[in-house]
């Protein structure tokens, strides 16, 4: 059984949510792990929750990244610890540097929730492992800054180095403008760390779990996260 | 005290002798500033407390009626519901985006101040018309005054465009769900929108927590954010009419701080649990002064505080100020004495203040000090108990509009443009656009979010949900108030029922013009006693709620409008119902009877400019039969998706059926009966008490509206990507899906 961490930061609103999918969900032990505390020894996984940490205020994730549980994150990242940032715990992990991007305003300028479909890219990750490269998962989004940037010269590398995780498409996967609801950079939903170990992406997995919720295509990637854990 | 100094506290003369009487003196100012926000409308309820007394509040699920932050139903399991609607229409229209979000913030306070955690907020929300297209405007707004062109166009959309952001903007950093509720555009509300937040959260029924002050001696913390300036007067602002210049109250609009009261509510239920607090009460209109001696008055006690003691953002703040201030996201709670530091330890942890900032006292009075010198002092009952209670003089609502006869207009030329022109209609169109930028999943409990007759959300660790909706309708209200009410709660019920859920208990928003005219006075009483006997004939008690009143704007009222919040309850989540039909082949069924009620009609307004006639006539009989009937099927698993036949009639209904989601989905061919009616008023008419529910066991669900005396017919099968309707077999409506859905999604089109 993988034990797994979900970091309370003041203001994280998916912490209870992502919980009750490792633990009562996928049957795994959580625990939860309080912003000010840096010990994450006895853990096989860490996870980031949604979110507005800090209410978001400066710039989403820009506070949270001073937490001391920060630190021990890094460290635990850099022993190549799996670490899965949903949104605001994505926009965290850019913040802190140890995922690459930004996140822009959505291209509509207004908060968007609705359901989505992503295009898994890579399933070398620790987030993906075990899943289909091109099958479409659908789960939730709910943001307001969820449109990921980086200059065109990076992203070009962030691709060849494989870095890109999953992308917003239609049903089918196809790369379609209207699908790309945010208007990330190249529909980027998600993305790695060099390291594959440290995944991060905006829709919300925990929320799709399961099937009555609509989709249970979420906890394909809650499980390869665990699956990743139990091999390592 | 001289007449301005009164006019400014919104207090009349004869109110001022009253408090010189209850003082056994004249009060200082600072005691003129707590009586004038506790006996505001607002606070007080002056002019409806006597007939709030005469709604039904009890039943056997029934834990906490009305009297506290909000009301509580017992769902099993020692669980309870925790619930409440409460409006902010006057700051909204001020400060759209603050506005709404402080409506927000203050709603879901009061179900965290129960120890309850929110987990699911609705909004009803109304505007003035947002196009300037001809649908909008009916011969009977123009006779009041009310006229609708560009200009207000223009401001609604962005009051709107405000509203809604700040709605979101709240809810989504607090992390709570916005998973349904109403957006409905009428002339009458230009100038004057209304903001119906209500918000619903679980507590274990022995964890119910209460704003009582309990046991002398103990101690009063002040906890939460540090309070500013602002806001002050907001309670006696909310008690009045607009006219030139209101946008000039702006700075009595409080600011929100939604991860302030994210960290606040985890931080209340983490020192909640350990047994220290005795009770709690958020500081909402009136501030410090309100939740100071509403505690007191409840327990029987009083509280002494030192406002030289409380955390303030300003410095050279007043007890005036400070007691009057509205500043956002601050409780105050007593703890037993000698526990002070658990309770400091725990807010210590949220980096959160919290100050022992008095004591509970036994002689029943308020008593605030500025770093030792008494600033006021005065008895609790007087500002709250005691405070003036108005049985004020009314007439009999007349509207000559409603007794027109509208059952000769002529019908249309094309019945399916008609259907176009209805489904575009701004009040039925798809509210996509709204409800996109609401959060509706965290919490991962919504079953069936916005778009539904309900909305679904589980509830964890049990089998059940809870099925919600809140609903009202103006048109109806103002062209017969009582009627209209009967409607509002019929029609709340209903959605809940069409969700699969039993209504079990209910909460109100009364939002109407100034009571001081007798005209608008005779609405309200109408309105509640319209409540009162829907919801006895319903038994569903009404355990809380906010009446609004002075929704006017130079002099021009609001349609009297009750918006009612119902909560009903799933045994089985599976069980829960949405509103599309779910497969081709399902037979489309109709449950009850459509009579000639195109009265204050969607139809009427949108096809013919008219908001006339009489709203339909509820029978409580058969609404209650049809609970019956429906419940029965839902709960045999034999429905595949149900809605309730309301705005817009049986052929806006089917459309909506048809849609899947926000989708374009499936039509089919259905065959009304026509019971003698001319086809226009088949399709359109607003007969209460019908629900079109999609099925493949027809013959079971035949039988058992029989059993429950409910008329029930065949319309026909889902299938295809046409919408053809009959009446009597003489096709009147064929069209595509695609044409239906385009007019359908214009509002998101409009507004994108």
């Not at chain 2, 056994?24 to 002019?47: A, D, I, Q």
């Not at chain 2, 949220?350 to 002092?377: M, Q």
């Not at chain 2, 108005?390 to 094309?414: F, G, L, M, Q, T």
């Not at chain 2, 509002?488 to 039993?502: F, H, K, S, T, Y």
Request: aromatic share 6%.
């Amino acid at each position: 059984m993988a034990s797994v961490g979900v970091v309370i930061f003041p203001g994280s609103n998916c912490d209870h949510d992502t919980y009750h999918v490792v633990k009562h969900v996928c049957g795994q032990q959580a625990k939860f792990i309080w912003h000010k505390d840096s010990d994450l020894s006895g853990l096989d996984a860490v996870i980031l929750p949604g979110g507005f940490s800090y209410g978001d205020y400066l710039r989403t994730g820009a506070i949270a990244k001073f937490s001391p549980v920060m630190g021990a994150v890094a460290e635990f990242a850099k022993k190549g610890g799996p670490v899965l940032g949903i949104c605001n715990g994505f926009q965290i992990l850019q913040e802190a540097g140890l995922l690459p991007g930004a996140m822009l305003r959505n291209r509509s300028v207004k908060f968007l929730s609705q359901p989505v479909n992503i295009r898994v890219e890579r399933n070398d990750t620790a987030a993906t492992a075990g899943l289909r490269v091109g099958e479409v998962l659908t789960m939730p989004i709910a943001h307001g800054e969820g449109n990921f940037y980086m200059p065109d010269a990076e992203l070009d590398e962030l691709e060849s180095k494989g870095q890109v995780v999953f992308r917003y498409t239609d049903i089918g996967g196809g790369l379609d403008d209207a699908a790309n609801v945010n208007g990330s950079a190249r529909a980027i939903a998600g993305v790695c760390s060099p390291g594959r170990n440290v995944v991060g992406l905006m829709p919300h997995p925990e929320r799709a779990s399961e099937p009555e919720l609509g989709s249970a295509d979420g906890r394909r990637i809650m499980e390869a996260l665990i699956r990743t854990v139990v091999h390592a | 005290m001289d007449k301005a100094t009164l006019d400014r506290h919104g207090l009349k003369p004869e109110e001022y002798d009253l408090i010189v009487k209850h003082m056994g003196r004249e009060p200082n100012l600072t005691e003129l500033g707590l009586f004038s926000v506790m006996w505001s409308e607002h606070c007080s309820y002056k002019s409806s407390r006597i007939h709030l007394k005469t709604l039904p509040t009890e039943g056997p699920r029934v834990v906490q009626g009305p009297g506290e932050n909000a009301g509580a139903v017992d769902i099993g399991d020692g669980l309870a519901v925790v619930f409440k609607i409460e409006s902010h229409n006057h700051p909204s229209f001020i400060e759209p985006y603050q506005g709404a979000a402080t409506g927000v913030g203050g709603i879901i306070r009061d179900i965290f101040t129960m120890g309850a955690r929110p987990i699911a907020i609705l909004n009803s929300l109304r505007f003035g018309p947002i196009t300037d297209a001809s649908a909008e405007r009916t011969v009977d707004d123009e006779r009041r005054g009310i006229h609708s062109r560009g200009a207000e166009a223009v401001k609604n959309r962005r009051i709107l465009s405000g509203v809604v952001a700040g709605i979101g903007g709240y809810g989504n950093a607090f992390g709570c769900p916005t998973v349904g509720g109403e957006v409905v555009f009428e002339p009458c509300y230009n100038g004057n929108p209304l903001v119906n937040a209500m918000c619903v959260g679980i507590v274990k029924t022995e964890g119910i927590f209460k704003g009582r002050a309990e046991g002398v001696g103990n101690t009063v913390f002040y906890v939460g954010a540090k309070t500013g300036r602002d806001g002050i007067h907001g309670a006696t602002m909310a008690s009045a009419e607009f006219g030139e210049g209101s946008e000039e109250k702006r700075p009595t609009v409080q600011v929100g701080d939604p991860f302030m009261e994210k960290v606040l509510l985890e931080a209340c239920l983490e020192v909640l649990k350990t047994g220290a607090v005795l009770g709690i009460q958020d500081m909402g209109a009136a501030g410090l002064t309100c939740s100071t001696s509403e505690m007191g008055s409840r327990a029987g006690t009083g509280i002494e505080i030192d406002i030289a003691k409380v955390p303030k953002r300003e410095t050279g703040m007043t007890a005036y100020e400070v007691m009057l201030s509205e500043s956002q996201e601050r409780m105050l709670l007593v703890a037993s004495k000698g526990r002070e530091a658990e309770v400091m330890r725990i807010f210590d942890k949220w980096d959160l203040h919290a100050e022992p900032i008095g004591t509970v006292v036994s002689d029943k009075r308020l008593r605030i000090f500025n770093e030792g010198r008494l600033e006021a002092d005065v008895p609790n009952e007087a500002l709250t108990d005691a405070a003036p209670l108005y049985d004020r003089p009314w007439v009999e609502p007349k509207n000559a509009a409603a007794d027109e006869d509208v059952s000769k207009v002529a019908a249309p030329a094309s019945l399916g443009d008609a259907l176009q022109r209805i489904l575009a209609s701004p009040t039925i169109a798809c509210k996509r656009w709204v409800y996109r930028q609401y959060d509706s999943t965290v919490r991962t409990n919504t079953l069936v979010g916005p778009g539904s007759d309900a909305a679904v959300v589980r509830v964890k660790g049990t089998k059940r949900a809870l099925a919600i909706s809140t609903d009202g309708n103006g048109r109806y209200g103002w062209l017969d108030p009582e009627e209209g009410a009967k409607l509002a709660v019929a029609e709340a019920c209903r959605n809940v029922v069409a969700a699969g859920g039993e209504p079990i208990g209910a909460t109100n928003c009364l939002n109407f013009g100034n009571p001081e005219k007798p005209e608008v006075m005779g609405q309200l009483v109408k309105a509640i006693r319209g409540i009162g006997e829907a919801c006895r004939a319903l038994g569903v008690p009404i355990t809380g709620g906010n009446v609004s009143l002075y929704n006017e704007t130079d002099g021009k009222a609001i349609y009297p409008t009750p918006v009612i919040g119902v909560v009903g309850l799933l045994e089985d989540a599976t069980q829960a119902l949405r509103r599309s039909f779910q497969s081709e082949g399902d037979a489309v069924m109709l449950l009850g009877t459509t009579g000639h009620d195109i009265g204050g009609s969607e139809y009427l307004k949108v096809i013919h400019g008219r908001v006339a006639g009489r709203p339909p006539k509820l029978s409580l009989d058969a609404e209650k039969h049809l609970y019956a009937a429906m419940l029965e099927c839902a709960r045999a698993s034999l429905l595949h998706s149900a809605h309730d036949a309301s705005d817009g009639g049986l052929a806006v209904a089917l459309a909506e059926c048809g849609f899947i989601g926000e989708e374009r989905g499936m039509g089919g061919i259905f065959d009304l009966p026509s019971g003698g009616l001319a086809p226009d008023v088949v399709l359109f008419s607003e007969t209460p008490s019908r629900m079109i529910v999609s099925t493949s066991s027809p013959a079971r669900v035949e039988e058992i509206a029989r059993k429950h005396g409910v008329p029930c017919v065949r319309l026909g099968a889902v299938g295809g990507d046409r919408l053809q309707i009959d009446v009597d077999g003489k096709v009147v409506v064929d069209t595509t899906m695609a044409a239906l859905h385009t007019a359908w999604m214009s509002l998101e089109k409009a507004l994108s």
